[in-house]
């Protein structure tokens, strides 16, 4: 059995990148699901070390904070650059689309009526930095010329936005094609065409 454990309330949110990247590697791993009535008991939230989910553990290594889980998931499974100035550029890449994460969440959590029209007007100011970094590293991928867990976690995004917004990468051909390609890594399509994929929500409060 995989070493490897989730535990996490019902849904993609923040461990969506985690399950494709886990699921293009090859692993395996094992879901512990919290409801949110058990969680606001508090038991398990006092062990958190950030009193929050989600949490993720290897063996005897226990992690907390989904971006760690990431970075740890590429050290391990060598999608974390060739060299140490590859690794800079996965890092920075990776805080960019922490940035647009946390932006799209905002809206999904506190604006979702007010502020959806106008997170969407703005979308394309964000999505054409990534544009030209693909554009400009023809290998497909965010850098140098292999998968790393900044590419699963720019594509977790933006499938994210195309349900927010279908018409969203249409003017963005090196997004579309990234998100085409990864769509189409065998293990990747099978975890997407999954149930256990399907079933759960985006996020924790119904909107997407
Ligand atoms: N920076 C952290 C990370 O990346 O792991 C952020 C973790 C985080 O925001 N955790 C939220 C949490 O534990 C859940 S993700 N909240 C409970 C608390 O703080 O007590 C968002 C979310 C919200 C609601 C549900 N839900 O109702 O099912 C699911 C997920």
Redesign the pocket.
């Given at each position: 059995m995989a070493p490897y454990t989730i535990t996490y309330?019902?849904?993609r949110?923040?461990c969506g990148a985690t399950r494709i990247m886990l699921s293009d590697q090859g692993q395996e791993w094992k879901e512990i699901v919290v409801n949110?009535e058990e969680?606001m008991k508090g038991d398990l939230?006092k062990t958190c070390v950030f009193?929050?989910?989600?949490k993720f553990e290897d063996g005897d290594l226990v992690l907390?904070?989904?971006?760690a889980f990431l970075r740890h998931l590429g050290r391990r499974h060598g999608a974390y650059g060739k060299n140490d100035c590859e690794a800079a550029h996965i890092d920075m890449f990776a805080d960019g689309v922490e940035d647009l994460r946390t932006k799209y969440l905002k809206m999904i959590y506190q604006e979702y009526e007010t502020g959806k029209d106008a997170y969407i007007k703005d979308l394309p100011n964000h999505l054409c930095k990534f544009e030209a970094v693909l554009a400009k590293n023809k290998s497909g991928f965010l850098v140098g010329d292999s998968i790393s867990f900044a590419d699963y976690s720019l594509f977790e995004v933006l499938l994210n936005h195309q349900v927010l917004s279908p018409t969203c990468l249409d003017s963005f051909p090196a997004l579309n094609s990234f998100v085409a390609t990864l769509s189409a890594r065998p293990k990747i399509k099978a975890f997407l065409d999954s149930e256990d994929y399907k079933k759960l929500p985006i996020n924790?409060?119904g909107k997407q």
């Open positions: 309330f019902p849904v949110g923040r949110f969680w939230k009193g929050q989910l989600p907390f904070q989904s971006n924790g409060n």
